[in-house]
């Protein structure tokens, strides 16, 4: 593993926390007066980052932890909460239309309901999984927040134009758009300069081994 890259990418604990917090703040914008496109926006937002957020646990976060806790009751239950938020999120999308929630009134109390789940489920990971991944994990977390990287780019790549226009959307016109663009075009753009500075350390290690 690549010990330039373990030292400049955040380990896996901190990643999952900070994508707590982002889809935390999605929920946190998302009212039931909010205009009909936006609150399309904010569910659209919400529910990739959930569904990425979700499979990386599950291909990367919870096998590992299986492999040091067995038995935990918060462990076993994640995944069948995944599941549960499936499910929640394919009922919203079947209820959006091209300018928004075809129901507000059903969006928003199953949007409500997602995010009661959500909350529940982020409560558990951050006071039971998390605190025992870092003492548990405590040498592979930078490995593990790496494995995790890369495999967020190999997911986001196809939803990037999607992810990006919806995280711009879900922000009141003005200012705060300006900034969500912004933050939007920096994840991008660091997220391809993580990838070529990490390929060009692996060749630049290779060319010296063979000489």
């Not at 933050?183 to 997220?191: E, L, P, Q």
């Amino acid at each position: 593993m690549n010990p330039v890259a373990e030292r400049i990418t955040p380990s896996i604990t901190t990643m999952i926390k900070m994508d707590h917090s982002q889809v935390l703040a999605v929920f946190h914008r998302y009212k039931p007066d909010v205009m009909p496109a936006r609150k399309r926006a904010l569910v659209t937002n919400a529910c990739l980052s959930i569904e990425i957020h979700a499979q990386l646990e599950e291909e990367i976060f919870y096998p590992a932890l299986r492999e040091v806790l067995s038995g935990d009751e918060v462990l076993e239950k994640s995944e069948p909460e995944h599941a549960q938020m499936r499910t929640l999120i394919g009922e919203l999308r079947g209820m959006m239309g091209p300018d928004g929630p075809t129901d507000e009134a059903s969006c928003d109390e199953k949007f409500f309901e997602l995010m009661r789940l959500v909350m529940h489920h982020v409560a558990d990971e951050e006071t039971r999984l998390l605190p025992a991944a870092e003492r548990l994990l405590r040498d592979q977390l930078g490995r593990l927040g790496i494995e995790m990287t890369k495999r967020r780019m190999e997911l986001m790549k196809p939803h990037a134009a999607e992810f990006a226009e919806s995280t711009v959307r879900s922000f009141p016109a003005g200012a705060a758009a300006g900034a969500a663009l912004l933050t939007a075009g920096a994840v991008a753009v660091g997220a391809m300069l993580f990838a070529r500075n990490t390929k060009r350390t692996s060749e630049n290690r290779m060319s010296r081994w063979r000489h």
